[in-house]
C-alpha cells in the first residue's frame, strides 16, 4: 500500500487557502508559499510540515488543470451543442486509447500501474462518460425544441392564412372552421 501524500492529510480549508494563495501568485514563488503553508499548519495544531517539492507538484498540477479548462471553454464558447457532442466523444477515444497504452506498459514493460493512477483514469472515464450522456439528452432536448417552434410557427403561418383567406372572402367561415378543426387547431 502506497503511503499517503502530506498534502491529502491536510485540513480542506487550508487546502482552499493553498490553491487560492498560488493562484493569487501566479503559480510560482513556492518557496514563500511552502513557508506560510507551514505556518497555517502550525498555528492550526497540526504537526506536520509539507516540502517546496510537495508544494510545487500541487501547483503544477492546479495549473496544467486550470489551462486544461480555459482551453476547453475556448473551444466550447464557438462550438454549438452538435459540435460539442462531438468533442466529447473525441476525447472519450482519446482517454480509452490512453488507458490501453497504461495496461500494454504494465504488461509488457513490468512497469507498476499506481493505484491511484488506475482509479484517477476510471473517475475520469466515468466522469466523461457521465457528461456525454448529459450532453446527449441537451442535443435531443435541443432538437425536440427546434421541431416544436417549427411546427408552432407553421401552425401560427396556416391560421393567418386562413384567417386572411376568410377576411378576403375567398373562403367561407365554416369551412375555414373545419379546416383549422382537421389540422388541429380549432
Known amino acids: 500500500m502506497l503511503p499517503v501524500a502530506k498534502l491529502d492529510l491536510i485540513p480542506d480549508e487550508i487546502r482552499r487557502w493553498l490553491s487560492e494563495e498560488l493562484a493569487e501568485r501566479g503559480f510560482g514563488q513556492i518557496i514563500d508559499v511552502t513557508e506560510a503553508l507551514n505556518f497555517r499548519l502550525e498555528e492550526s495544531g497540526q504537526t506536520l510540515t509539507i516540502g517546496k517539492t510537495a ?3 500541487f501547483a503544477k498540477a492546479l495549473k496544467d488543470q486550470r ?3 480555459s482551453l476547453a471553454e475556448t473551444l466550447l464558447a464557438d462550438m454549438d451543442i452538435e459540435a460539442e457532442g462531438e468533442l466529447h466523444k473525441v ?3 482519446m482517454i480509452a486509447t490512453s488507458a490501453v497504452h497504461m495496461i500494454q506498459s504494465v504488461r509488457e514493460e513490468g512497469n507498476n ?3 491511484k493512477d488506475l482509479m484517477n483514469l476510471g473517475r475520469m472515464l466515468k466522469d466523461l462518460m457521465a457528461s456525454s450522456g448529459i450532453r446527449e439528452k441537451i442535443q435531443n ?5 427546434i421541431a416544436k417552434e417549427a411546427r408552432e410557427a407553421a401552425r ?3 391560421e393567418a392564412k386562413l384567417e386572411t383567406a376568410e377576411g378576403a372572402g375567398d373562403i367561407e367561415r365554416e369551412a375555414a372552421q373545419r379546416a383549422r378543426e382537421i389540422m388541429g387547431f380549432g
Do not use: C, I
Not at 432536448?141 to 425544441?145: G, K, M, N
Open 91 to 93: 476525447l472519450m477515444q
Open 141 to 145: 432536448d435541443e432538437r425536440e425544441r
Open 67 to 69: 489551462e486544461a479548462f
Open 55 to 57: 508544494v510545487g507538484n
Open 156 to 158: 401560427l403561418e396556416m
Open 113 to 115: 500501474l499506481e493505484p
